[in-house]
């Protein structure tokens, strides 16, 4: 059993920043990818950032600049430091773990952040 748990979301004003973390725990086998997605009400589900054990990064060109991912492999976590934050960036965000020699896929919950004035 692979247990994803997010935290950090919440309500903050356009301009603000945040910081979302993220901890896999449980039967985890050699994590490759950590990564956060989000999924804003009537749209799919879209990358925001991911990144890879020895540290290979790719954003969304919506967050590029603005958002800063990050990884503690030693802890199995990733962290997602969101700066300048925009209107448009409110949504459910979730974690994605990508482990194993499969591989497979693992996803949180999710945390709601919600940028508003």
């Known amino acids: 059993q692979v247990q994803v748990v997010e935290s950090g979301g919440g309500l903050v004003q356009p301009g603000e920043s945040l910081r979302l973390s993220c901890a896999a725990s449980?039967?985890?086998?050699?994590?490759?990818?950590m990564g956060w997605y989000r999924q804003a009400p009537g749209k799919e589900r879209e990358l925001v950032a991911s990144i890879t054990s020895d540290d290979k990064t790719q954003y969304a060109e919506s967050v590029k600049g603005r958002f800063t991912i990050s990884i503690d492999n030693a802890k199995n976590t990733v962290y997602l430091e969101m700066n300048n934050l925009k209107p448009e960036d409110t949504a459910v965000y979730y974690c994605?773990?990508?482990?194993?020699?499969?591989?497979?896929?693992?996803w949180g919950q999710g945390t709601q952040v919600t940028v508003s004035s």
């Open positions: 994605n773990v990508v482990h194993g020699r499969l591989p497979i896929n693992a």
């Open positions: 449980g039967r985890i086998f050699s994590v490759r990818t």
